[in-house]
Every structure is written in structure tokens, then in C-alpha cells.
């Protein structure tokens, strides 16, 4: 079977979740799924930063910063270089208006459509018309989890059996074995750590809110954020210096290396996730993996990815969350058998499985 | 289904070859040493690590080390070469996962593995032949001695050494009994005493150990954590009504629910944690050892003593007097005048026990690391066969 892959959408770097997800997906099918031949669609950025899908790369150049560049070849380019394939399979949510047949689309989330307010108007304008015309005209959409599939369901109106849920192709991440610089900035406090992008619905003013609760009662712990800048960047740092300018018990690490990461994952007592809305949240997964407690919104796809493992809130009262995270800090036992249940629990996502879903899906459409 | 190679997962290293084990390659050993890394690591830890190396050091074993994730290096740094895997999860969190869930399984972090050793307290899932080395059922005689998770943790143990074991280990027949009582059959049971190695010491080292903690001539030495089963507060008793003029040196760490009060009047002192390069010196200059303790698995600090030439005054009831013999002085531990007669003992006839201690050295020279080496790994062949 031969695939043409569309990722000409992707600037490495820039999109976080939905990058990590389609190129780990894709690299998991070249490792398991040696029969299926991968033709990569994508800027030459791209393959600099992820060689492994480099054997049958189509490379696309000029300016790819310019979002109306990437649409234009998609709609031009791309299509030139995938009629030789079986099926293409478009990962950024939309199936550019001259794709070939047959076609299939990863639907990430539909954020666009669920919280306009986060996005500019042109943006929100243009998803508007393309995703349901994408949904439309896909032979079948696939979804990280089942809360998008149902919100995919429901907004686009998709018929159920032309979606499925792929979910992300998870290994285990090396976690760095000694305590490396971070211990310089984490001293042996307790720690509570939120690694997100500074968007308006990853909610971390609400976080904010509740540390300062936390910190009445628990002045030794530390809440870090790491992440690169978002939409919601300024509000975020303005708040963070007016409760606590002295940076005692609030620090942003901004964008931090993978290894660090995974290092602070593993360390922290706690990984709180108080967003709004996410698609999969992969972060909340590695958490578990690395058997570190999650306490997470009960809301969009969370509850279905930490389920009883966790300990999910709902976003309407920071005093709860403030109590639940000072409980948790104090209860080692507690901890033990979240961190316990969620290494389990985070077995059910594998790249294994997730790459045999995704050609099984492939295999579906060609047949 | 998944091929058993496939299951493993994607974070192995080593050995990837589907387990096929032909007569010439060696039994591969996971063996828990995790109690290196532990505050305080006790006998459990000392006996693990120098039971594997004596297996190591036949030659007929693969031995790999299992802990949890660590930022630092163990507490007992004795584990030499021996190749120590990593679980992902860090110690509480997969204690509660080996124990509730009976995940990760072993061979996923490993490897192919032929046998699974519990050395004592965490039991992982059973993906090979399980050994589990039982020290002491001290738990279920005395809760009170433990925290009440610990009795928790320690009573899963059990549960599931009792329905997984191939074979469970002891370290005396004291703990063989004990476990005979508690429903386990003698079919399952193999006695493997550990053991001890006599540390040749020169003048110097007698020198430095006795200036460094100021030692009398003559003195009786408590060597152990400091905690209730120890019965360190009815040794003081007995040691203040019947002999308080007796020299009384209290070495070792502090464990919990146990502080030693030294009374400056009487002749007791407390120097702490002694390093190992000073512990033979230690025994070597003590007149005796006194170690009443209450319940044991088998009571290291006994041999060790007896190793250098020094005789215990020990518990009659529990397995030290099965390491002791005849060369102890052997009590009632919780019969202070009985204890307090033993102190006497030592303070109006010194040279009884220079005797003493001739044949205590001689009687511990039965016991030797070689010998534990050679007999665990016949129990891991038994299992791996």
C-alpha cells in the first residue's frame, strides 16, 4: 500500500501537540508496518527536524512562514505529488480544495469552532467554511481521542462510522536518570508542574488563582510553567508578577529541552492541568507514564485520557483545586497509588496499537 | 495476541533474543536490590547485596539488579559491577503498582529473565519463576513495631508470596517455623543462613578505631538500627539496675519510634552510624556485644561480632540463638534481671569471655558468604529448571 502523507501544514516548532502527534504516528508505521510505503508531503524544515521520515520525502520550499503560501501549495502542489498513491492522508484538519481520492483527514480538534474567541477572525472565518467542507468530502476522519470524535460528530455532522479514534503512538521517553540543572531551581520543594503553551484555554490564570490558596498553606511549594509563548503569553507573565513578583513560589521556565522536560515530569509531585480544552494532551499521558500524579479539568478530552487514575476538578471553583493539590502534597500514600494507577492506565496508548489502528483505517479505504 | 518478545515494549535494552534458553546459557537472575537505596538499609540490604555476589562470583548466574528510579546513588554502595536496571517509576509509586496491579512486568525493563528473586519486601509480578526471600514475619507477631502502612505493604507481601512463590528463602529455621505456622509449606522452604568474613586487622586499625570513638578496655557494644524490635530500652534498663558501671557503647542509625537517651552519669554513650571500614575494628575491641533483640530473620551483627572474636548476649527465643550456639550467652529478652545478670557477666569476669569469643570466632567460620552463594544458586537453577 502506498500513502501519501500531507504535512505541508506543519512548521516545526510552532504547532507543539499536533506535530508530536502526526510525526510519531507516522514514524511508528514505518517501524511496525514495513509493507506500507510513506510518501512525506512536506516544507524541507520539516525534514530537518524529524529525519526518520525522510525516505520518500517531497519537499516543498519558499516562504512556508506565510500561512497563505502553505495554503496555496497545498491546494497547488501537494496534489501533484500524491495521485500516484493509493490515498493521502491530510494531517491538519482540512483537505485542501484540489486533493486527490481517496482522502483521509486527521481531525486534531475543532477549537476553532469550539472557542472562536482564541483565534483571530480570519482564522475562525475561513475553518468555519473549510472544516466541514473537509469532513464532508473525507473518505474517513480520524481523531486522537473520542471526545473529538464526538464533537467532530456532533459540529460537523459526520456520520459516526466515518470516523475513528487513533490515538496517539506513545513509547516511553527516556527520563534523565540524576537531577540535573533543574535542581538548581526547584531546590527539594515540593513541586507542581503545568508544561503548556501560554494559550487563553489552557487556563493558567485559573492555575494562578489557585496557588495563591495553595501557597497560604503551603509556602514551601512551587508551581512551575514551561512552554513557549501563546496568545495568552502577556496577561499570563502580568499576572504572574502581580501575585507574586518575587518569583517565591511561581516561576516560568518558558520553552524548556525535551530531556528537562521529561526530567520535571518525572520529579514533580504533581502535574496539574487545568485546561479548558485539548484534543489529546500528550503531556498528561507522559505524566502518568512517568508515575507522577495528575490532578486535570473535567473537562474536553481529559477525563478520557486520566480517567479514575487522576484527580479530575471542575474549572468553576480555584478554592478546590487549591485544597485538592494541598491534600495531595501531604499524602504520600495518596500519591503513590495515583502515580500507581496511572502508569497503568497509560499501557491502554501505544505505538503498536496506535499504528495498527491507523493502517487497519488506511487499509479500510483502499480495499 | 502479542509475541512475548513484542510485549515488552519499546524501552528494552540488552538481551532482545526471544527466551529460548539452550543448556549452555546462563540463568538469568532479576534480583530486587532496591533496599540499597533505602534511609536506612539494615541487614536486608547487606545480606542481598553480598548473597548476589557470592552467586556472582560462581560464575554460573547472569545476576541483574532491579530498583526503582533514583536521582542519587544507593545508600549502601555496595552493589559494585553488579548491573543494576532502573524501573521508570520511582519507589513508592511502584511498589503500589508492582503490589495493587502486578505491573510493569520485570522482562519489559530486562529483558529475557529466568528467575524473578525477591529479596525481601516487594514481590514483583511473577513473569518467571519466582524466589522471594522472607527475613522475618516480625510484622504479624508485632504490628505495633511497624507503621500502619508498613504492615500493610508487608502483609501483601506475604499474600503473595504465599500464592506466587516457587520457592521462598530464610535466612534461619527460625523463619522457617515461622513460615511453616503462617500456612507455607516445607516443600516450598529453603533454608539459606548468610553469612560473614573475618576482616584480618592490623594494629593500626585497632589504634584509630579506639582513639577515633575513645573506647574503653573493656566495653559491651549494641550495634543495630534503633528501633522498638531491637529492645534497645530494656538493654538500657537491665544495664542501668544491674551493671551501670559497665561501659555501654550504642552504635548505629537511628530508625523511628526510638530514641536512645544516654544518661551522662551512667557509662553509656551513643556514637551513631559507623562506617563499615571501622565495624570490624569496632567488634574487634568490644568485650562483648549485647543484641536482646526480640524477633529476627537471623541477626547479622551477631556473626559479624563473632567473626572478629566476640561472643553475643542474644535472644534465646528467636533465630540469633541459632547463629550464636553455644558460644553466646543466651536470655529471655524481656527478662531485664536475666539480661542484667548477662551485663554482670561481662564487667566481673572479662576473661570468661575472651574464651568466649575464641570459640565464637571458630563456630562463625561455619558461616560463609561462599556457602550462601553456592546454595542460593542451587535455588535458582531448581526454579529456572
Known amino acids: 500500500m502506498r500513502v501519501a502523507v500531507n504535512l505541508s501544514f506543519l512548521l516545526p516548532g510552532v504547532v507543539g501537540g499536533s506535530e508530536e502527534y502526526s510525526v510519531r504516528l507516522l514514524r511508528a508505521v514505518l517501524d511496525h508496518h514495513p ?23 517531497v519537499r516543498i520550499g519558499g516562504p512556508v512562514g506565510v500561512r497563505p503560501y502553505r495554503i496555496l501549495t497545498e491546494s497547488l502542489v501537494v496534489p501533484r505529488h500524491t495521485r500516484h498513491a493509493d490515498l493521502t492522508h491530510h494531517f491538519g484538519g482540512r483537505i485542501p480544495s484540489r486533493a486527490t481520492s481517496p482522502a483521509v483527514v486527521t481531525i486534531h480538534d475543532i477549537q476553532p469552532l469550539d ?22 468530502r473525507a473518505d474517513l476522519i480520524c481523531t486522537p481521542t473520542r471526545w473529538v470524535a464526538d464533537r467532530v460528530v456532533e459540529r460537523l455532522g459526520v456520520p459516526e462510522a466515518r470516523v475513528r479514534v487513533i490515538g496517539p503512538a506513545v513509547g516511553r521517553r527516556p527520563i534523565p536518570s540524576e537531577r540535573d540543572s533543574m535542581a538548581s531551581v526547584t531546590g527539594n520543594r515540593p513541586l507542581i508542574l503545568f508544561p503548556s503553551v501560554t494559550h487563553p484555554h489552557k487556563n493558567h490564570r485559573f492555575l494562578i488563582d489557585a496557588m495563591v490558596r495553595v501557597h497560604q498553606h503551603r509556602p514551601d511549594a512551587l508551581l512551575i510553567f514551561t512552554g513557549g509563548p501563546g496568545l495568552a503569553a502577556e496577561p499570563v507573565a502580568a499576572e504572574i508578577a502581580r501575585v507574586d513578583p518575587d518569583g517565591a513560589f511561581i516561576r516560568h521556565l518558558g520553552r524548556i529541552d525535551e530531556s528537562l522536560l521529561m526530567g520535571l515530569l518525572a520529579d514533580a509531585d504533581l502535574v496539574a492541568f487545568p485546561s479548558r480544552y485539548e484534543g489529546f494532551g500528550l503531556p498528561a499521558l507522559e505524566a502518568m507514564q512517568a508515575g507522577t500524579p495528575v490532578v486535570a479539568a473535567n473537562a474536553a478530552c481529559l477525563p478520557e485520557v486520566v480517567g479514575d487514575a487522576g484527580c479530575l476538578l471542575p474549572l468553576d471553583d480555584p478554592e478546590r483545586w487549591a485544597i485538592e493539590m494541598v491534600e495531595l502534597l501531604s499524602d504520600t500514600d495518596r500519591r503513590a497509588r495515583m502515580a500507581a494507577a496511572g502508569s497503568v492506565r497509560a499501557e491502554n496508548w501505544s505505538a503498536v496499537d496506535a499504528s495498527a489502528r491507523l493502517v487497519d483505517a488506511w487499509r479500510e479505504v483502499v480495499s | 495476541m502479542k509475541m512475548r518478545w513484542e510485549a515488552r515494549g519499546d524501552d528494552i535494552g540488552g538481551d532482545r533474543t526471544p527466551s529460548c534458553q539452550t543448556p549452555t546459557v546462563r540463568p538469568r537472575v532479576a534480583a530486587v536490590v532496591e533496599s540499597c537505596w533505602h534511609r536506612v538499609p539494615g541487614g536486608t540490604a547487606t545480606s542481598t547485596v553480598r548473597s548476589l555476589a557470592a552467586v556472582r562470583a560462581r560464575g554460573a548466574h547472569d545476576i541483574v539488579g532491579l530498583a526503582a528510579r533514583h536521582s542519587g546513588p544507593p545508600v549502601l554502595d555496595e552493589l559494585g559491577d553488579l548491573p543494576v536496571e532502573h524501573l521508570h517509576l520511582p519507589r513508592a509509586a511502584l511498589y503500589e503498582a508492582w503490589h495493587r496491579f502486578r505491573r510493569p512486568p520485570v522482562p519489559r525493563r530486562v529483558g529475557r529473565v529466568d528467575v524473578i528473586h525477591a529479596t525481601g519486601g516487594v514481590i514483583p509480578p511473577r513473569s518467571a519463576p519466582l524466589v522471594v526471600t522472607i527475613h522475618d514475619l516480625a510484622f504479624l507477631h508485632r504490628p505495633e513495631h511497624f507503621t500502619a502502612q508498613g504492615v500493610r505493604f508487608m502483609t501483601r507481601a506475604f499474600e503473595l508470596a504465599q500464592a506466587e512463590a516457587d520457592v521462598i528463602v530464610v535466612p534461619s529455621e527460625t523463619t522457617a517455623a515461622d513460615c511453616r505456622s503462617h500456612g507455607i509449606d516445607q516443600g516450598r522452604l529453603r533454608t539459606v543462613p548468610w553469612g560473614a568474613t573475618r576482616v584480618e586487622l592490623g594494629e593500626k586499625d585497632r589504634v584509630r578505631v579506639r582513639a577515633r570513638y575513645d ?18 530500652a530494656a538493654l538500657l534498663e537491665a544495664h542501668r539496675s544491674a551493671a551501670p558501671d559497665l561501659p555501654l557503647i550504642i552504635a548505629g542509625p537511628d530508625g523511628w519510634g526510638e530514641s536512645v537517651r544516654t544518661d551522662p552519669a551512667a557509662a553509656v554513650r551513643a556514637i551513631g552510624r559507623v562506617p563499615a571500614e571501622d565495624l570490624a575494628a569496632l567488634y574487634d575491641a568490644a568485650t562483648a556485644l549485647a543484641y536482646p533483640s526480640l524477633l529476627e530473620g537471623f541477626g547479622l551483627p551477631v556473626l559479624e561480632a563473632m567473626a572478629q572474636g566476640t561472643a553475643a548476649i542474644t535472644s534465646a527465643t528467636t533465630s540469633t540463638a541459632e547463629v550464636a550456639g553455644d558460644t553466646g550467652v543466651l ?55
Open chain 1, 35 to 57: 509493507d506500507v510505503r510513506l510518501d512525506v508531503v512536506a516544507h524541507d524544515a520539516l525534514f530537518q527536524s524529524h529525519p526518520a521520515l525522510e525516505q520518500n520525502a
Open chain 1, 115 to 136: 472557542m472562536p474567541e482564541n483565534f483571530s477572525s480570519t482564522k475562525t472565518a475561513f475553518l468555519r467554511r473549510a472544516l466541514p467542507n473537509s469532513a464532508r
Open chain 2, 215 to 232: 573506647l574503653p578496655d573493656c566495653f559491651v557494644l549494641f550495634l543495630g538500627t534503633h528501633e522498638p524490635r531491637k529492645n534497645l
Open chain 2, 331 to 385: 536470655v529471655d529478652p524481656t527478662d531485664l534481671s536475666a539480661l542484667g545478670a548477662a551485663l554482670e557477666s561481662v564487667a566481673s569476669d572479662p576473661d570468661a569471655w575472651v574464651e568466649r569469643g575464641r570459640r565464637a570466632s571458630q563456630r562463625a567460620a561455619l558461616f560463609t558468604w561462599a556457602a550462601t552463594g553456592a546454595a542460593l544458586g542451587a535455588v535458582y537453577d531448581e526454579v529456572a529448571a
